[in-house]
């Protein structure tokens, strides 16, 4: 036993090399879940394989077993706390592209509660009793000459890509029950593991050429679109005005619950008046995030490009606009309209002060410009975006339309923080969850503030049309007691359950009748700008004109989901499309 004692002693630097990286890995997903019985077995080897590999590199760039495993260690603890609280509060888990969102998260980072729970402070609490264990791993290094481990630890790193190449092929993923569904990001992280998932996830920051992709067919194909000289458009171009309202839905499309007084009155009365009001349009708007990633439905109104071809996860704000794209504004731009974009919160937020100038955006007005605003909570509330709306309305240059798109801020999250000068005034019963029972009082506000502005807007004697919907569904802390009330959870949700979790209502008003054949239906994020654009009468470019075209086949494409009832080829036109717009159209703007 002493020789044994002894030998463990002589060669504990070597060992604790071979055993503290597992170790870090287990802690890591302790954070959410026992990665001992969730991540399926060959993934746990894998996850186990990578800190290995990492660790090594960092003992031979560092020459110390002690320095190589804490720091490995604190990168572990952090990036485990980091994606907690990212899916705590987003319901989604850290993704590669997320470390592009830092700024953003930060700016938000002081209005949600990071109180950690017994759990999480478990976690942390074995990673600081395992890094005082690790400092008694040592290995002589003394004799070591740089250009022995310098070659050595590129080779380690050569082979970490290398297998991480591996990783990343379908095929081998297939034989080792590697979950690789981006469809369903929390579930490919819990079975995978943090480590490997972000791995599997890397080949997706770059976006791949559709098969058989050529440009000019592309532009060929999108010619065939452009309008013809000889259609007409009406005499007054409307005002247009575009609400698309923070983490704006109705809950009640996840099943019945009965609250205390009724949290959306006005909008339910306009769904039934949408059945007989020629100047109204009413349904659900299908989105491709849920809980968050705001930016994403902006993208695919804007553009009218869907997420279903882009990365899960992606943020094309961040990732890929870094360039004049072909959207909306540009479109309006072109036809006379002043085209502003509203935000009551920080410019920086998803780039959007980079991003909007490269829409077409021309006025920009970010929290700054919000003089004498209401906070609820400490956000800038839906109320004073209406009256800040209605002030650009009556300060623009009489007989000039404008398209002018507001994304708002009062219900974004957390929503289980008390303030002091908020106090929700409806509940659920059944439940007790403060964080339902805020929502659904912001929920009411949002409803008031809309009341207000089709109530001022039907007065205004230019033509007006204005079109509201939520971005997203908030997150499952919220959603979670009235999915349970119907005999659901979201960590069980069928994939026809997943769908009415990325469910938001929209409208279409004007004071003026509705032109072209629009009514009451669903539909998807990607075509509501090709939908707006045909109510209001106006000529389609090119691609809102495809895209009309597609939502009569495919009347609802997200990320998640796909009402589809044409062929593939179409789907594949679509992609093509896209890319062509996205990546490759080069288009010189002024």
């Not at 369903?184 to 890397?202: I, R, S, Y």
């Not at 299908?286 to 804007?302: D, I």
């Not at 908030?474 to 069980?492: C, F, H, K, W």
């Amino acid at each position: 036993m002493k020789k044994a004692f002894a030998a463990i002693n002589k060669y504990r630097g070597w060992i604790g090399l071979f055993l503290f990286p597992a170790v870090h890995f287990y802690l890591l997903e302790a954070y959410t879940h026992n990665g001992f019985t969730e991540v399926r077995h060959w993934s746990q080897v894998f996850n186990i394989l990578l800190f290995e590999l990492f660790v090594w590199i960092l003992f031979l760039l560092l020459r110390s077993v002690k320095a190589a495993l804490w720091t490995e260690g604190i990168c572990a603890m952090v990036l485990g706390l980091a994606n907690y609280y990212v899916y705590t509060f987003r319901s989604l888990p850290l993704v590669p592209w997320d470390l592009l969102s830092v700024g953003t998260a930060a700016s938000v980072a002081g209005n949600y509660d990071f109180t950690p729970t017994p759990r999480v402070a478990g976690v942390v609490a074995g990673f600081l009793a395992v890094f005082v264990l690790e400092g008694f791993c040592k290995v002589d290094t003394k004799k070591w000459k740089w250009r022995y481990s310098l070659p050595a630890a590129l080779a380690v790193c050569i082979g970490t890509a290398s297998f991480a190449g591996v990783l990343q092929q379908e095929d081998f993923q297939n034989r080792h029950m590697m979950y690789n569904k981006l469809f369903t990001p929390v579930f490919m992280w819990q079975v995978n593991g943090f480590a490997l998932t972000m791995v599997m996830e890397l080949p997706y920051l770059a976006v791949e050429k559709p098969s058989g992709y050529r440009e000019e067919e592309a532009k060929e194909l999108l010619a065939s679109y452009e309008p013809s000289d000889g259609e007409e458009q009406g005499e007054e171009k409307p005002n247009i005005i575009v609400v698309m309202d923070e983490a704006f839905s109705d809950l009640g499309v996840l099943g019945d619950f009965e609250s205390s007084q009724e949290y959306m009155p006005y909008y339910h009365s306009l769904q039934e008046a949408s059945k007989t009001d020629p100047n109204l349009v009413t349904g659900s708007l299908h989105v491709s995030v849920c809980g968050g990633n705001t930016a994403n439905t902006e993208f695919e109104f804007l553009t009218g490009h869907t997420m279903a071809f882009l990365p899960q996860g992606s943020i094309p704000y961040q990732q890929y606009i870094k360039q004049p794209i072909s959207a909306l504004p540009w479109y309006f731009k072109e036809q006379g309209y002043e085209t502003y974009a509203m935000h009551p919160y920080y410019a920086s937020g998803w780039d959007r002060d980079k991003v909007y100038p490269l829409l077409g955006f021309s006025k920009l007005q970010f929290l700054g410009d919000y003089g004498g605003r209401e906070y609820i909570r400490e956000y800038v509330s839906d109320r004073s975006c209406v009256e800040k709306i209605i002030e650009t309305y009556e300060q623009k240059e009489a007989g000039k339309p404008m398209f002018l798109f507001e994304v708002t801020m009062q219900n974004h999250g957390a929503y289980s923080t008390v303030y002091q000068d908020f106090t929700p005034d409806i509940t659920v019963k059944g439940t007790s969850s403060y964080a339902l029972a805020t929502y659904l009082s912001l929920i009411k506000k949002t409803d008031e503030a809309l009341a207000s502005l089709l109530s001022y807007f039907s007065a205004a004697k230019e033509p007006v049309m204005v079109v509201f919907f939520g971005d997203h569904q908030p997150n499952d802390t919220v959603a979670e007691p009235i999915l349970r009330q119907n005999g659901m959870s979201y960590r069980t949700l069928t994939e026809e359950q997943t769908k009415l979790r990325y469910q938001v209502p929209y409208l279409i008003w004007a004071n003026f009748p509705l032109k072209g054949d629009v009514w009451n239906a669903d539909t998807s994020a990607n075509y509501l700008g090709a939908k707006m654009l045909k109510a209001a009468g106006m000529k389609l470019p090119a691609y809102q004109a495809f895209l009309a075209q597609r939502s009569e086949r495919c009347p609802i494409l997200t990320s998640v989901y796909a009402a589809q009832s044409g062929g593939a080829d179409e789907t594949e036109e679509y992609k093509k499309l896209q890319y062509y717009q996205l990546f490759d159209m080069q288009e010189k703007r002024r």
